[in-house]
């Protein structure tokens, strides 16, 4: 029987991939991995623990907080301060970015953005979520970290993954040599190394977006939409629509079985809803290095340059031949698709 890797022994052997580090990188994730590990454990009993529900407060993004949010956000800014391989995390909890001045994280290289609990709108109602990370490098030469570290282009990141909490537990990460999954074996309570060198299919079967907004959808995306319903044997259509509202769990779905996630712009959300830096920018990663394509629907996502922290997007994220058709369908019946 072959041994089973976990995700610490497969981060050390694959240190030397990374140019400049001497080992922070490697801690870097093995602290977000037991971040995950301490919110697995609360949202597998979140209705037990009395912390299912809304705070009755909302986000910079103007949204609900849910109490498991407040507890996610908690324990990965706890988990990333600690390690002293961090100088700031931004958060979409947080309006500004969170400067780690303890004395161990002096010299620190690394910023972490992230989404510390990815669709918390379906945690009471036991739906997967997850959590969202980017890492990169600071551009700042010294002191505390600084907003500008984190207003880099996607292409500068050093590492993204993301952590989903369903039926079982997984983290999905890439440093640019490919993506890897590895699944919570609860019972030793490591990540073992379950999906090795994660690839996306060419062409997918499936299209993820909310049909509810439609009507507020640009002609472009309304005319892909009726593309995927429209029998055609030669390209196996109809597609299935599959939504689940967890851009990680929908994301995840389309990495393993192929697919594409659109969320585009609306008439309420003319931008775009996601979040460039700590939403797309990280998935985009993953997913161009499974073979897969992320766009805005007129540039690709990593080539985008934030321009503020919580800045917004539409996305279209999948399989490559999905994308680039929903690209088509944008420059031919769109008047602009905003970047």
Same mark, same amino acid.
Request: charged share 20%.
């Given at each position: 029987m072959e041994k089973v890797k976990t995700l610490g022994e497969f981060i050390v052997e694959k240190?030397?991939?990374?140019?400049?580090s001497k080992g922070e990188l490697t801690r870097l994730l093995s602290d977000i991995a037991i971040a995950g590990k301490i919110v697995h454990r609360e949202v597998n009993k979140a209705g037990l623990a009395g912390i299912l529900g809304e705070t009755g407060n909302k986000?910079?993004?103007?949204?609900?907080?849910?109490?498991?949010?407040i507890y996610a956000n908690e324990q990965f800014i706890a988990a990333l301060s600690v390690g002293g391989e961090v100088c700031a995390i931004a958060s979409e909890e947080n309006e500004d970015i969170i400067t780690v001045d303890n004395a161990v994280s002096k010299g620190a290289k690394y910023v972490v953005?992230?989404?510390p609990l990815d669709g918390s709108s379906n945690i009471d109602v036991n739906v997967s979520v997850g959590t969202i990370f980017s890492i990169y490098r600071?551009?700042?030469?010294?002191?505390?970290?600084?907003l500008e570290d984190f207003l880099q282009a996607g292409t500068e990141q050093v590492?993204?993954?993301? =952590?989903?909490?369903?039926?079982?537990?997984?983290?999905?990460y890439t440093t640019g040599k490919g993506?890897?999954?590895?699944?919570?074996?609860?019972?030793?309570?490591?990540?073992?190394?379950?999906?090795?060198?994660?690839?996306?299919a060419k062409k997918g079967?499936?299209?993820? =977006?909310?049909?509810?907004?439609?009507?507020?959808?640009?002609?472009?995306?309304?005319?892909?939409?009726?593309y995927?319903?429209?029998?055609?044997a030669a390209t196996n259509r109809p597609y299935s629509s599959r939504y689940i509202g967890s851009a990680v769990a929908d994301v995840h779905r389309n990495l393993i079985t192929g697919g594409v996630f659109l969320y585009p712009t609306t008439s309420a959300s003319p931008k775009g809803k996601l979040r460039l830096v700590y939403e797309c920018n990280p998935l985009a990663f993953i997913v161009e290095q499974a073979g897969g394509k992320a766009t805005s629907g007129t540039k690709r996502i990593m080539e985008l340059k934030p321009n503020a922290l919580h800045q917004r997007t539409p996305l279209f994220i999948g399989s490559k031949d999905m994308v680039e058709k929903i690209e088509e369908l944008l420059a031919k019946h769109s008047v602009s698709t905003p970047a």
């Open positions: 240190q030397d991939d990374f140019l400049y986000n910079i993004q103007g949204e609900q907080v849910k109490k498991l949010d953005a992230m989404d600071r551009v700042s030469l010294s002191g505390p970290g600084k590492a993204a993954g993301y =952590i989903i909490y369903g039926s079982s537990t997984m983290m999905v993506v890897n999954g590895f699944t919570l074996d609860p019972s030793i309570g490591e990540f073992c190394l379950s999906h090795p060198n994660m690839q996306m079967k499936t299209y993820s =977006i909310n049909e509810g907004n439609y009507v507020h959808f640009p002609e472009g995306v309304k005319k892909f939409i009726k995927c319903q429209e029998e055609d």
